[in-house]
């Protein structure tokens, strides 16, 4: 039995070679997300034939996104927004990006930096000229997405509550109150929600996840959310297709208490 919950997961160096993606996807690898913040697009290519012809030979259909950077810069070990407040969320990189994209098929772009309504607009009108037909997934990581939260959705084909870049410009502690928020919004029109970041990042250097980590994706599914997300987990992480399993062994849990009265056994 599998989950309905999809189980998105990152291919990164760890990852990128066509033994571990389709270990990946026997453990349960829904979506394969491609970082461009990092790499070339030659890199990319590589994945793309990776992902595909792994999928093949396990008999699946398994869906990419482009994941473009928007105008971040890097802050420490991480990075933030670094754009001016009114400008806009694509850059001549994600244009490029996205160019490249849309010539390769890939199922969904997901669009960082995302403020308003025009953004998720514009970005859908740079594919159309294109000639493509992706979804475009808003991440919702900055202040102004979230007050402008309602016709994000509206205009957007997926939503994913990008944890990191929020817990930028909002206080830790409101953090989970917003990720409520956004899918109680996004389950009330039936829009595609994903939660991402820091979902089981102790993996990344062992082979179980923390109880804590372990009830933020239970909590996560039971609280309506369609998709939760891999990120260094499984691009640069000891335990890729490990992370993938824990995930698909919490969301049927997750499914089976969330349809029914809350259980154990």
Known sequence: MESTTKII???GPVSNNKEMIKEM??????IARLNFSWNTHDWHREVIKNVRESASECGKNIPMIQDLSGPRVKEGEGHKFGGEEEQSAITEKDISDLTFG???????????????AKDVKKIKELIK??????KVIAKIERKVAYDNLEEIIKEADAIMVARGDLGNEFPLEEIPFIQHNII????????????ATQMMLSMVENPIPTRAEVSDVAYAILDGADGVMLSEESAIGKHPKE???????ISLVAEKNRKNKITIG
């Open 102 to 116: 849309v010539e390769e098929n890939i199922e969904y772009i997901a669009m960082s930096y995302v403020g308003n």
């Open 184 to 195: 109680e919004k996004c389950n009330e029109v039936g829009k595609m929600v994903i939660v």
């Open 129 to 134: 000229e294109r000639g493509g037909n992706q």
């Open 9 to 11: 997961a990152t291919i």
């Open 25 to 30: 996807i026997n453990h349960h690898m829904d």
């Open 243 to 249: 992370a993938i399993y824990m995930m698909e062994k």
